[in-house]
């Protein structure tokens, strides 16, 4: 895939429109996991040091069209320590901005044209710009005025971190080093069909873990007792595990699970084979067994691919022991040079950063929807408005 970047284009005092992706985690006032800010100063920074005037664009969580003082991305403005324009259409400090100068605008969602893909307000959002850049990776699976709707209106290029992220992810599908093994988590089933059809032919193994993996449990008849998981969604499973059987794909399920009796952080937790699960047990994490089968299997493999936690990893590493474990061997075999990994999707992101290992990671991505469905093999519109 060739797509128009930024590379050799002359910027030199010119207005350019840079859509990033700030959509970050705040807590009480402040960010408290700046990763994909972190991940996009390397394009502000080129476009600065090359003479242009940058202003950025963004989103902040879901304001459905309409402003909202708790998601305004001032506080996004006031960390990087750049000057905030207050209306993502104010037009009037362009007058005044000198060639290197950055800007940050307000939320773009303030305004329901911007998920709409509203034709007019793509317009008022281009103009006055001499080109757009995408480089917001996060959202390019997205049909929005500010990802897809400018590129009528201006000369439009690919963000170094967006190119980044189609090379690294691309080089995964395409020519990992074998054996490669994608651990799969996460909640449900039904958000994450298509990648799992796409993974078992092209991974030597699957390991599908947290509710995701008691799913698949129950379709092949094992108790799940009072847990999440979707019933509607055993077909699916049996389906999936038919499909890794033609492509020779071996599919590893949880052995045990981390189990109490109610949806709470404060359960004491015991540990259960997966064919002893109670009517009355919670399953809330994968269990131990399963803990130590995912370290070995690090031993035998050469490319890992992980999205998706394997337990409440919000509660911290009581319910998140398997996430947290395994973000921690991952990271070992993959300092010392044994195994090269990568990794996606916020929650499992946020158990790297927890863990204090998220730099010995091969590659990590800044998308979650995005990720998954470039994996798919989907067309991202935002990707595919900038193909040569």
């Not at 304001?63 to 003082?69: D, F, Q, R, S, Y």
């Not at 996460?186 to 069909?193: A, D, E, F, R």
């Not at 077909?235 to 999936?240: E, G, P, Q, S, T």
Request: charged share 25%.
């Amino acid at each position: 895939m060739e797509i128009r970047n930024i590379q050799n284009l002359d910027v030199r005092g010119k207005y350019i429109l840079l859509r990033e992706d700030f959509n970050v985690q705040i807590v009480d006032g402040q960010i408290t996991d700046a990763f994909r800010i972190n991940a996009s100063l390397p394009t502000i920074k080129y476009l600065s040091q090359a003479g242009a005037k940058v202003v950025i664009c963004s989103h902040l969580g879901r304001p459905k069209g309409e402003k909202n003082e708790s998601l305004s991305l001032r506080i996004v403005a006031e960390y990087m320590n750049i000057p905030f324009i207050d209306d993502c259409l104010n037009k009037d400090f362009m007058s005044f901005m000198q060639d290197g100068d950055i800007v940050l605008l307000e939320n773009l969602r303030f305004y329901p044209g911007e998920e709409k893909n509203d034709d007019d307000f793509a317009k008022k959002l281009a103009s006055g710009f001499d080109i757009y850049v995408n480089d917001g990776f996060a959202v390019s699976h997205r049909t929005a005025a500010s990802v897809v709707g400018v590129t009528k209106y201006l000369p439009s290029y690919a963000g170094l971190l967006l190119e980044k992220e189609i090379k690294n992810i691309s080089l995964f599908m395409e020519n990992p080093k074998r054996p490669l093994v994608a651990f799969v988590g996460g909640g449900k089933v039904s958000t994450k069909i298509g990648v799992l059809k796409k993974l078992v032919s092209i991974a030597d193994k699957i390991v599908v873990g947290g509710a995701m993996g008691t799913t698949f449990n129950f379709a092949l008849g094992m108790p799940v007792g009072n847990s999440l998981y979707e019933e509607n969604m055993a077909n699916v499973a049996l389906d999936i595990l038919n499909t890794a059987k033609k492509h020779n794909c071996e599919v590893l399920l949880p052995l045990d699970k981390g189990v109490g009796k109610s949806f709470s952080k404060d359960e004491n937790r015991i540990n259960r084979d997966c064919k002893e699960i109670r009517d009355d047990d919670v399953i809330m994490d994968d269990g131990e067994k399963t803990i130590e089968r995912n370290k070995q299997l690090l031993k035998e493999v050469k490319t890992v691919f992980w999205n998706g936690s394997f337990g409440v990893t919000e509660w911290g590493e009581k319910w998140g022991k398997a996430s947290y474990n395994f973000a921690k061997n991952l990271s070992e075999f993959t300092k010392s040079g044994d195994i090269e990994s990568v990794v996606g999707g916020g929650d499992t992101v946020a158990v790297l950063n927890d863990c204090g290992v998220f730099n010995n990671i091969t590659y990590v991505s800044t998308g979650g929807g995005a990720f998954l469905e470039f994996i798919e093999g989907k067309e991202l519109p935002g990707i595919s408005v900038l193909i040569k």
